[in-house]
């Protein structure tokens, strides 16, 4: 790999994690909102997870075996987070706390998941000879 394509994975892998943090905290910030007017935000969240879900996708054809290891982790945290948002969107009350608060543990497992990425890529390239 150049060492402008290894650049770019490591420029993508920080965004998806970058991404990833932004949703945990939007994930977050509604959980911790008492208020069913969340449920708005929940719909933005939807979307914003299926694009990250998405980007994890697209990234990993283009990583070495660990960093595979670690987004299959972290899109199957984001899978559950998306089911949780799907049933917070449908119920109320102590059901919707509890599929946000659902949520947002998925989606900082899977922030943690994809930082695990990101060191895996660096250690990777770390050990690569200079060309």
Do not use: C, Y
């Not at 660990?66 to 199957?76: G, P, W």
């Not at 509890?98 to 497992?109: C, E, F, G, P, V």
């Amino acid at each position: 790999m150049s060492s402008a394509t290894t650049t770019k994975v490591h420029d993508a892998l920080n965004q998806l994690r970058a991404a990833t943090q932004a949703l945990h905290g939007a994930i977050s910030d509604a959980a911790a909102n008492q208020r069913e007017a969340a449920r708005a935000d929940l719909e933005v969240i939807a979307q914003k997870t299926k694009a990250v879900t998405q980007s994890i996708k697209g990234s990993m054809d283009a990583q070495n075996e660990a960093t595979k290891k670690f987004l299959a982790a972290a899109l199957s945290d984001l899978e559950a987070a998306q089911k949780h948002v799907s049933e917070g969107m449908k119920s109320s009350g102590k059901a919707w706390q509890t599929s946000a608060r659902q949520a947002a543990a998925d989606t900082r497992a899977a922030v943690q998941q994809v930082s695990e990425a990101v060191a895996a890529k660096r250690s990777a390239a770390s050990t690569q000879p200079v060309k």
